[in-house]
């Protein structure tokens, strides 16, 4: 069935599901669902990711600076330790050495009772060279710094100096910076340096108030300990949050996967649910429901054109109400019984119509059930099919009996040959075949046309049936050839007596289109078992029969014997054997001289194929030539015989011989409408002169000559080639042909010749057709001279040319040339 492109129904796996289309629209629906879902989920890690990271990077900041802070703390409390203690004496050494800056206090100096020197060290510097230490150990720097010092070491750096300036100017308590020292990340915080009254000892000459600020406390803190933990905290967040994305997005592909699936699920379902109601509604089967019980469901508009009932009308009833009483309880039992064991039934069903006619309908059962096996519909479709059975018994009738006559044809006649050799086998008893084949029936086709010829074969059939029993068979194989088929006859003299009833019956006169008509009937008869075991052996023996028959004279019976199928079977070696030489040119051609009666001079040949088999030795023309023409091989032949006949013509010719060459042609040859082209070729290749050619016909040929055959013959008299009628006085017909036709010459039969010499009647014949011929300016040629009294009745009798033993054999080209070597006019004379 074929749906418009705008059904939107397609098939998908194992149904009916939504179109492309609309399939295509909800799986994009989905994936652009399942995008945006990417979209969000992508960027709610993104933004997770960063505002980890930057919580990340808060809190490697918080942890430098707590650790900055840390620092300043302890440094802060030890120099307030210091301060309050009025400083701290230290034995000098190289890097404890008597401070310059504080040389104008007197106690800068002391011994002790032991006699230790000691200096006092100002707080500020052991705070310095501790922050120096504890840099070295940890990484930590640590700076007393001022705009106004005492030790140029503590000149504060611009960045220093400004966060000194924001102190004094009481903006901020502490300045933190990240920035590079010595080409490395650190944390620099700074707090401001207040002055005090511990601190006026060493640095009341700088001329600071208590309070005020004199400076600034710096620590730097390294910051490549924490980047490291937090490059690997970021790469943890990282990781986790790609990994999350991935699972996610794997989420949501399987999620829209799975939502695609349902959608298009739910719409193939919706779809199936509407294609379902559409076929139920449009199909062109009718189509009913019922329940488990047989209960009427539903019906549907074609089931109502068919039967005439009305949605209504059955809705509730049994479908039992569309029985026709033509089939019996066993037929439904078995119905319904397959429908319990495979769950559905297919058949033939006559049902009847609301108004009572009766239909035949082709109809289909299917059960359906429920999960536990039960069955919940059954659901059956139906088509009328009266027309389809009406047509198929005729085309059944038609493959079984011929059209024209009503009789059985090949087909059925073999099934009935077999039944009753079958039939005779089982009951031991005889049976004939009767092979028959219509005398003279193609040259009613012919004369008076095919319309003609079928009524014959009409009429035949009729009588034919009218000679034989009702249990026998007649049946028509095709053309016109007829079987009988005799089942349990008692001998064989009762084939032969319907057999004569036959061939008496078809001998009257039929007639047709007003014309009275004659026919006869060659039969051939073969015998179960006597002559065949099987149908094709029967068959096959009949027919050999039958062509015995018709070869003996046609309008008689002849029974099959043994020797029949010897020369059938050498009949098909001769055409196999007879392709094969064809295919090989195996052929050789022979030359029998013709000599002037006046002049007794050889005047030429005629050639005459041979052929010389391995097996079958020298094969007569007779033998194979008709065999050729009904193979269709002839004008290979003839072509072949021409070509070799010129070649050595020309030989002869050229070694100073005047001759001509006759060659014969076959009436098949002349069907070929290239037949003078294919002549003139032959000329041009052995360059033999076309007037030295005669090309000799039969005298039958002649007389059937069509329009187009006539035409062949006068392109071939055109080429300057000469045409003689061979086997004259053969075709009893009129002569009135001979001056219609452009032919030169005449060859008598040798029927005529042979008695002519003792039947006056065969000598005043032949004397007749020298002389019609020699009035037509035609030249006579008498062949089948053997005896010296028949030249010499010729030669009184003015014939041109003779041919025959009497002068020669037909001999090979070499012997042809010792034979021209030794001819002269006397020895001929003498011969």
Not at 65 to 89: C, I, M, P
Not at 536 to 552: G, I, N, P, S
Request: some cysteine; overall charge negative; proline content about 4%.
């Amino acid at each position: 069935m074929l749906f418009p492109p705008d059904a939107g129904i397609s098939v998908q796996g194992d149904g009916v599901g939504p179109g492309g289309s609309e399939a295509r629209h909800i799986r994009i629906m989905v994936v652009r669902y399942a995008v945006l879902a990417l979209a969000v989920w992508t960027f709610l890690l993104g933004v997770s990711l960063w505002w980890n990271v930057d919580r990340q990077q808060a809190v490697t900041l918080e942890l430098a600076l707590n650790t900055a802070r840390s620092a300043f703390s302890k440094d802060l409390a030890y120099r307030l330790w210091a301060s309050g203690h009025g400083g701290v004496y230290v034995e000098p050494t190289e890097k404890t050495p008597p401070s310059p800056w504080m040389a104008q206090l007197p106690d800068r100096d002391l011994t002790t009772t032991e006699g230790r020197h000691l200096t006092l060290m100002n707080p500020a510097y052991m705070l310095r060279e501790m922050m120096q230490d504890y840099g070295e150990y940890y990484g930590i720097k640590g700076r007393i710094v001022g705009i106004v010092y005492l030790n140029p070491n503590n000149e504060a750096d611009a960045w220093e100096a400004e966060a000194i300036r924001r102190f004094s100017a009481g903006k901020v308590a502490e300045v933190v910076e990240v920035s590079d020292i010595d080409s490395q990340p650190y944390l620099r915080l700074i707090k401001p340096f207040m002055m005090e009254q511990s601190c006026q000892k060493c640095h009341g000459h700088l001329g600071f108030n208590n309070g005020e600020v004199r400076g600034a406390i710096g620590v730097s803190v390294p910051m490549a300990p924490y980047r490291q933990a937090e490059a690997g905290a970021v790469w943890n967040m990282e990781v986790s949050h790609a990994a999350f994305w991935f699972f996610g997005m794997l989420t949501i592909g399987l999620v829209g996967r799975r939502a695609s699936s349902r959608l298009v699920e739910k719409a193939r379902a919706e779809e199936e649910t509407r294609l379902a109601a559409h076929v139920f509604r449009n199909a062109l089967d009718a189509t009913i429901i019922t329940d488990a019980t047989g209960r009427i469901l539903r019906v549907n508009p074609m089931f109502s054109e068919l039967t005439g009932y009305g949605e209504a009308e059955v809705v509730g009833e049994n479908p039992r109400l569309l029985r026709s009483d033509h089939h019996d309880e066993v037929f439904y039992r078995e119905m319904w019984g397959a429908i319990s064991g495979e769950g559905r039934w297919q058949g033939e069903v006559w049902n009847r119509r609301k108004d009572g006619s009766v239909f035949v309908a082709w109809e289909s059962i299917v059960a359906v059930r429920n999960d536990d096996g039960s069955v919940r519909y059954y659901i059956g479709s139906f088509s009328d099919i009266t027309d389809q059975v009406e047509a198929q018994r005729h085309i059944l009738r038609l493959a079984h009996y011929d059209v024209l006559t009503e009789l059985p044809n090949r087909v059925l006649f073999q099934d009935r040959l077999e039944r009753a050799v079958i039939h005779a086998q089982r009951h031991d008893r005889q049976a004939a075949l009767l092979f028959l084949d219509l005398d003279g029936f193609k040259k009613v086709n012919d004369t008076l046309g095919h319309r003609a010829g079928d009524e014959l074969l009409k009429e035949v059939a009729v009588r034919l049936k009218q000679c034989v029993r009702m249990t026998d068979t007649i049946a028509r194989l095709g053309g016109d050839e007829f079987t009988a088929i005799l089942d349990e006859i008692a001998a064989a003299a009762d084939a032969a007596l319907v057999a004569e009833k036959i061939i008496w019956s078809l001998s009257s006169p039929f007639l047709i289109g007003g014309r009275e008509m004659f026919i006869s009937a060659s039969v051939g008869i073969s015998l179960f078992p006597d002559h065949g075991r099987t149908g094709e052996e029967l068959l096959k023996h009949a027919d050999t029969a039958m062509y015995q028959a018709k070869a003996a004279g046609k309008g008689r019976l002849n029974f099959y014997a043994a020797e029949m199928t010897q020369r059938e079977e050498r009949r098909m070696d001769l055409e196999s054997a007879l392709r094969q030489a064809v295919e090989d040119k195996s052929f050789q051609v022979h030359y029998q001289p013709k000599i002037n009666l006046k002049t007794h001079i050889v005047t030429g040949f005629e050639a005459l194929v041979r052929w010389q088999h391995p097996t079958f030795g020298a094969v007569s023309p007779a033998d194979f030539i008709p065999i050729a023409e009904e193979m269709l091989l002839i004008h290979r032949i003839d072509m072949l015989v021409l070509r070799q006949a010129c070649r050595q013509g020309k030989l002869w010719l050229d070694a100073g011989h005047s001759l001509t060459m006759a060659v014969n042609l076959s009436g098949r040859d002349f069907h070929d409408d290239t037949l003078a082209e294919q002549v003139h070729r032959v000329l041009e290749e052995t360059r033999f002169p076309p007037e030295n050619l005669e090309l000799e016909i039969t005298e039958t040929f002649v007389l059937d000559l069509g329009g187009r055959q006539r035409e062949v013959l006068d392109a071939l008299r055109a080429l300057g080639v000469g045409l003689a009628i061979d086997d004259f006085g053969t075709g009893y017909s009129s002569l009135s042909y001979l001056k219609q036709l452009p032919v030169t010459a005449l060859k008598i039969d040798r029927s005529f010749i042979r008695d002519m010499a003792r039947d006056s009647r065969d000598m005043m014949l032949v004397g007749s057709i020298i002389g019609i011929a020699h009035s037509l300016g035609l030249k006579v040629v008498a062949e089948g001279i053997e005896e010296s009294d028949q030249m010499a009745i010729l030669a009184v009798q003015e014939c041109d040319e003779i041919q025959g033993y009497l002068i020669a054999k037909p001999m090979p080209p070499e012997q042809v040339k010792i034979f021209l070597m030794d001819t002269s006019p006397r020895t001929l004379t003498a011969t």
